[in-house]
């Protein structure tokens, strides 16, 4: 490619960064999603008998940039402070892909993305103590809709009843303590309602112990710290994206052109999944991007391509051979 294709290649990427909207691409991703979720949607998650999990967290996308506050304190040296967009995702555990997405300054603070989630009676919902909202407790369970997180260190609660008490075991693993508590709402710094909660401790085989706090009184404790390990999934995800499609550089620093990367990588994320679930295939996802990011240009079936490369490769340099003899 010349120098002349070069540059016209990039008049036409940053005219569309100004001048075509974020959500042309946010209305493409959530179309392909509603196409595909059922398709690559796993009923068989292990150890789990719920349906609908979702999980939520955020991840941080460091940039600089004027329209974007920076974050931190301010720098010693007198250099730019570090900006940022922070993405607040809610995935659905059974397909692995992102469900929702908002992209906000990286300064905001996570609770806020709760505001604009919309979840269905019956959900089930995963989060780290960073999300942990008494007000949203309350709302979600007159919803019946089901959580599990962990518990802040300096939680204030009252105990109404011990269920299981193994703490003095110093053997015992697993579920070592099972209580009912209490927290209290607060209004304008007077607490005005308290909330019925579930408590359990959860002693794992390195010794380390978990605090979980969930609105379901139904599902045995052991359950309760099974659905909060499938939290990690949204790690995996967040790791996935960011090893495969590196979000580095921008074309353009406007919040716009930001947005349109974020999702055009979203969009990249949730092809990449349909395809190695329709191809079938054992490869890691990132040898799959590889295959996929050297032959792009090669006149391959991609799905045969896929499944067994190298007979893909014969059975199309046997056809080019035949027709150049």
């Known amino acids: 490619m010349c120098c002349t294709h070069i540059y016209h290649f990039c008049c036409i990427i940053i005219y569309c960064l100004h001048n075509r909207k ?146 003095k075991k110093k053997q015992a693993i697993g579920v070592i303590k099972e209580q009912y508590i209490t927290v209290g709402i607060k209004t304008n710094g007077t607490v005005t309602e308290r909330l019925k909660l579930r408590r359990v401790i959860y002693k794992a085989k390195d010794g380390k112990r978990y605090i979980y706090i969930t609105n379901d009184f139904t599902l045995p404790a052991s359950k309760i710290a099974t659905i909060y390990k499938n939290r990690w999934m949204i790690e995996l995800l967040f790791k996935q994206i960011k090893q495969n499609f590196p979000l580095r550089y921008f074309w353009g620093e406007s919040d716009n052109a930001i947005k349109m990367q974020v999702y055009c990588v979203l969009i990249a994320q949730l092809l990449m999944v349909v395809i190695r679930k329709k191809a079938a295939t054992k490869k890691s996802f990132a040898n799959m991007i590889t295959v996929i990011r050297l032959h792009l240009m ?21 056809a080019s051979f035949a027709f150049s003899t």
């Open 298 to 318: 090669s006149y391959v079936d991609l799905l045969e391509f896929i499944k067994d490369t190298y007979k893909a490769w014969r059975k199309t340099h046997n």
């Open 22 to 167: 974020y959500l042309v691409f946010e209305t493409i991703y959530y179309g392909l999603l509603k196409k595909y979720n059922s398709f690559i949607s796993d009923s068989r998650l292990k150890g789990l008998s719920i349906r609908n999990l979702k999980i939520i967290d955020s991840t941080t996308i460091s940039l600089f940039s004027e329209i974007l506050q920076g974050v931190g304190r301010n720098r010693l040296d007198g250099s730019r402070k570090k900006g940022g967009i922070k993405v607040h995702t809610l995935m659905d555990a059974f397909s692995g892909v992102t469900e929702f997405v908002r992209i906000t300054p990286a300064k905001e603070h996570d609770r806020k993305f709760l505001y604009h989630l919309k979840l269905k009676e019956g959900s089930w919902i995963v989060f780290d103590k960073a999300y942990n909202t008494y007000h949203h407790f309350a709302k979600w369970t007159a919803q019946k809709v089901w959580f599990v997180s962990r518990m802040k260190d300096n939680a204030v609660f009252h105990v109404t009843k011990v269920l299981v008490d193994k703490t």
